[in-house]
Structure formats: structure tokens, C-alpha cells
T-cell receptor
Framework: EPEVTQTPSHQVTQMGQEVILRCVPISNHLYFYWYRQILGQKVEFLVSFYNNEISEKSEIFDDQFSVERPDGSNFTLKIRSTKLEDSAMYFC????????????FGSGTQLSVL | DAKTTQPNSMESNEEEPVHLPCNHS???????IHWYRQLPSQGPEYVIHGLTSNVNNRMASLAIAEDRKSSTLILHRATLRDAAVYYCIPTGANNLFFGTGTRLTVIP
């Protein structure tokens, strides 16, 4: 079965540094998402992206966050100036269409902010 | 999105059937009921979804109450690999909003 690929699997950074988390969604998918999960807590929606623009974002997705699809295959999440509370597992997801298609998740990037 | 209520945890013996309940009394008429699961240290994984009729796939069955205010995910024979957190997500939107789910423990 096709997979959503995320790199790196682990990222350690210093507080205040910029990080970019990378994702390669499934090739014919059109809708892209970022979620995060703080250790021991629930999976939280961050942002959805379609047709080269943000469709919806949560309150968590403030000005420190941005997303980009720089080419036909990658989908990135950038955090401009990381905070300790940004430490979490970040999941990328994609799906083919806007109907009730299933969402495919990557295995995540564990971000640790020191 | 509809508010959901799921048991925090459940246990099952290996090779036994498991019925995971979900209440979603505020579901709207066009919301599909999605089930995802999250195995330890992995991303969420699609299990099944339906609107009104019961649904079956290779992973599980979904039984939807006639009034759609509740549903039950059925794993016909639990294996150790089915130990995970199971999320019931009624939604008509493009996005999924996860609750706290039910942690299923499978006992060998």
C-alpha cells in the first residue's frame, strides 16, 4: 500500500531555532494535513492544505507556523522560532479527495525542543 | 463535529471478539462515522467508516445504530497486533478531530 513518508524521524533543536519538518504525501493525493501529539495527549489538528493554500487551521497554528508545498511532491511544516511547548510528535497526512476518503498518516517526526 | 463518548480502556483476550462502543448523540445527518486506531509509537491508521448501514472490511465491522446516535466497532478475533487506541470520529468535514479514544489491551 502507498505510504506517507516523513523525515526526519527525530529532530532535536534549541529553543528559538527554526525547524522544517518534511513530508512526502501519496503521489495522487490532493489534500494535505499536519497534526501533532504531545506525549500522553490526544492527536491535535494543526492545518489542512489544498490547491496550494491553507483550507483550515487551528488555534495552535499561529504566526510561528507555516506550510508549503515547494514542488510537486513535498509538503513542509516550518516552525520559525521553536518553543519548549512545541516538543511533540508531528504527523503529516494526505488523502485523495474531499469526500469521505480515508486519511493516510505518516509515522511522524518526534520534535524535541531543548 | 459531534461530541463523542468512548470508554477510556477495554481489555480483550486474544482470539476473542471485541466490541468497542461509541456514543455520538449530537451527530448530524450528513456526518460519516470514522474509526481510526493508533498503534504504539505510530501514526493513526484508518480502520473503517460508514454513514447508516453496517460496514465490513478486512480489518473490522462497523455496526451503526438505527438512530445513528451510537456505533460499535467489532474486531472479530483480537490479535496482539490489535492493541491500540481506537478513535471514533463522526465528521462531515474534510478534517478529522481526534478525541481521547479507547485504549484496547489484548491479553495473550
Amino acid at each position: 500500500e502507498p505510504e506517507v513518508t516523513q523525515t526526519p524521524s527525530h529532530q532535536v533543536t534549541q529553543m528559538g531555532q527554526e525547524v522544517i519538518l518534511r513530508c512526502v504525501p501519496i503521489s495522487n493525493h490532493l489534500y494535505f494535513y499536519w497534526y501533532r501529539q504531545i506525549l500522553g495527549q490526544k492527536v491535535e489538528f494543526l492545518v489542512s492544505f489544498y490547491n496550494n493554500e491553507i483550507s483550515e487551521k487551528s488555534e495552535i497554528f499561529d504566526d510561528q507556523f507555516s506550510v508549503e508545498r515547494p514542488d510537486g511532491s513535498n509538503f513542509t511544516l516550518k516552525i520559525r522560532s521553536t518553543k519548549l511547548e512545541d516538543s511533540a510528535m508531528y504527523f503529516c497526512a494526505s488523502k485523495m479527495s474531499s469526500t469521505n476518503e480515508k486519511l493516510f498518516f505518516g509515522s511522524g517526526t518526534q520534535l524535541s525542543v531543548l | 463535529d459531534a461530541k463523542t463518548t468512548q470508554p477510556n480502556s477495554m481489555e480483550s483476550n486474544e482470539e476473542e471478539p471485541v466490541h468497542l462502543p461509541c456514543n455520538h448523540s449530537t451527530i448530524s445527518g450528513t456526518d460519516y462515522i470514522h474509526w481510526y486506531r493508533q498503534l504504539p509509537s505510530q501514526g493513526p491508521e484508518y480502520v473503517i467508516h460508514g454513514l447508516t448501514s453496517n460496514v465490513n472490511n478486512r480489518m473490522a465491522s462497523l455496526a451503526i445504530a438505527e438512530d445513528r446516535k451510537s456505533s460499535t466497532l467489532i474486531l472479530h478475533r483480537a490479535t496482539l497486533r490489535d492493541a491500540a487506541v481506537y478513535y471514533c470520529i463522526p465528521t462531515g468535514a474534510n478534517n478529522l478531530f481526534f478525541g481521547t479514544g479507547t485504549r484496547l489491551t489484548v491479553i495473550p
